[in-house]
């Protein structure tokens, strides 16, 4: 951007996500005085981090070349399973019934969420399924499932009983640490794992270079086909602490919930500037992509617009942040070699703050 000079153009657009955001805050703060106020930033955030945990989990996928459209319904699988723990689990066989705790309904939800991850990472890597058809095919096969378990009703009143020794689940939606709602916390915590997974650890690397070239890398000693089993294994996982926290905020759970999710945890990765093609893209674009999303729903809702009106305008979002990427990534294919700062070595589309792939990787 700066080797022949300041350019404005390129640095908007390289900063597009974050400039976006800026705008919508400085927008609906001018239209509405209580949208810029910290009780409500606090509780936006809430809602961005339902969208934010999908998008990482998404961007790893993504990264990887590959898509996810199951992540919605494993959402709202989990939360389901989750409610079917908090409401009791009866054995009657032996004529009682089970509460399991809340540590143990996280890990078990969590565990559904991987296992998903999993069947969708086997069908792509060993079976050679294409992506789009195997996940699309998980998006109805986890639906329904969620929608046999409960015979399509919701599961109410998840608080638990201080008696039974399962309260604590209202934790994730309602409490608050330094006043800060625990599902942001726990969101900034999954997006510093990733980071760190992505930018300083051998696997993170693994990913980019599969991404950016699954031939070259697999020749120079790259495991593709068990990096792509694990991130659709940690989307899963992402998506079931996504559907948990949903399921705690509403103290509610229904098969229905994250319809259409999978698209908006897409569009958030998109509009960070990630390429669709795999190999590029960062967690603090896609976190900004995220809360470019929330903050528009939120500010459209605050300010009384229709929601079909919200629907047009979150679409007229995500295909100008498809166009913005198009033009971003074509400008980068005519830039001569070593023009190109974002690319580290043929092999690997990865940013510059993730080591280039050695000759030869073992284990």
């Known amino acids: 951007m700066f080797a022949n000079g300041f350019d404005l153009g390129a640095l908007l657009l390289q900063g597009r996500a974050f400039f976006a955001l800026i705008a919508i805050i400085v927008f609906f703060s001018i239209l509405s005085p209580n949208y810029f106020t910290v009780s409500n930033i606090l509780t936006m955030s809430s809602h961005v981090a339902v969208y934010a945990l999908l998008s990482i989990g998404m961007l790893l996928v993504i990264l990887n070349g590959g898509i996810d459209l199951s992540v919605g319904s494993t959402l709202g699988l989990s939360g389901i399973v989750a409610g079917a723990l908090m409401t009791g689990v009866p054995l009657h066989a032996f004529g ?41 095919g998980m998006l109805y096969v986890v ?11 919701t599961y109410n009143n998840l608080g638990g009983d201080a008696a039974l020794g399962n309260t604590g689940f209202d934790w994730l939606g309602f409490d608050r640490i330094l006043n800060i709602p625990v599902g942001v916390l726990v969101m900034i915590a999954v997006a510093i794992v990733a980071s760190v997974l992505l930018n300083r650890s051998v696997f993170g690397r693994w990913l980019y270079a599969s991404g950016g070239n699954e031939r070259a890398a697999e020749l120079s000693g790259v495991p593709v086909k068990r990096v792509k089993v694990r991130v659709y294994v940690i989307s899963g996982v ?81 295909v100008l942040a498809v166009l913005l990427n198009a033009v971003q990534y074509k400008n980068r294919k005519k830039a001569p070699k070593g023009i190109d700062p974002t690319t580290s070595s043929p092999l690997t589309s990865a940013p510059t703050d993730v080591a280039p792939v050695p000759e030869k990787i073992t284990g």
Do not use: H
Not at 143 to 153: D, E, K, P, Y
Not at 273 to 296: H, Y
């Open 96 to 136: 009682i019934t089970l509460y399991p705790s809340v540590w143990v309904v996280v890990i078990v939800s969590c565990a559904v969420g991987a296992l998903i991850g999993f069947v969708n990472g086997v069908l792509v890597s060993r079976f050679k399924v294409a992506p789009f058809v195997a996940t699309l």
């Open 143 to 153: 639906r329904g499932v969620a929608l046999l378990m409960t015979n399509g009703l």
């Open 238 to 318: 992402c998506a079931a602490i996504a559907g948990l926290i949903l399921a705690s905020e509403l103290t509610s759970a229904s098969p229905t919930a994250g319809n259409s999710y999978e698209l908006t945890a897409i569009a958030a990765v998109v509009i960070g500037g990630a390429s669709l093609a795999g190999g590029r893209g960062n967690v603090r674009g896609t976190l900004l992509g995220a809360f470019v999303i929330g903050f528009l729903s939120d500010g459209l809702v605050i300010i009384g617009v229709s929601a079909y009106w919200q629907t047009v305008f979150t679409g007229a979002v995500i």
